[in-house]
C-alpha cells in the first residue's frame, strides 16, 4: 500500500522560510515524477512544483519561482520543498503527489497517488 506522509507545515511570518518533507513508502520512489500541490480555502487546488524522475528535472509555477526550491532524495524515499520569502497568499494545505513515469506535470489528475496534506499559513 502506498502512503504519502507529508511533514514540516507550520505558522510563519511573511519573509520568513519553511520546509517541507513528503516520505513515500509502498512504492519504487525512484520511478515517479514528484508534484507539489496547494489548495486554499475557497480555492481550486494549484499546483506548486514537480521534479521528475529521470534526471530530476524541476517544474515550477509562476507564482513561487525563485522562491521556492523542489528536491528529492531517492535514497530516502523524500521529496522537500524549500519554501522561502513566504507571502500571506502561499497559505494553503501543501500536498505531495506520485506520478509513475511521470514527466512533471502541472495537472494532478496525472498524478496516481497524494498524501493528505500539511498547512502553511503566512501572516502579514
Known amino acids: 500500500q502506498v502512503h504519502l506522509v507529508e511533514s514540516g507545515g507550520g505558522l510563519v511570518q511573511a519573509g520568513e522560510s519553511l520546509r517541507l518533507s513528503c516520505v513515500a513508502s509502498?512504492?519504487?520512489?525512484?520511478?515517479?515524477?514528484m508534484g507539489w500541490f496547494r489548495q486554499a480555502p475557497g480555492k481550486e487546488r494549484e499546483f506548486v512544483a514537480a521534479?521528475?524522475?529521470?534526471?530530476?528535472?524541476?517544474y515550477y509555477a509562476e507564482s513561487v519561482k525563485g522562491r521556492f526550491t523542489i528536491s528529492r532524495d531517492n535514497a530516502k524515499n523524500t521529496v522537500s520543498l524549500q519554501m522561502n520569502s513566504l507571502k500571506p497568499e502561499d497559505t494553503a494545505v501543501y500536498y505531495c503527489?506520485?506520478?509513475?513515469w511521470g514527466s512533471g506535470s502541472s495537472d494532478v489528475a496525472a498524478y496516481e497517488y497524494r498524501g493528505q496534506g500539511t498547512q502553511v499559513t503566512v501572516s502579514s
Open positions: 503527489a506520485a506520478d509513475f
Open positions: 521534479i521528475t524522475w529521470s534526471r530530476s528535472i524541476t
Open positions: 509502498g512504492l519504487t520512489f525512484s520511478s515517479y515524477s
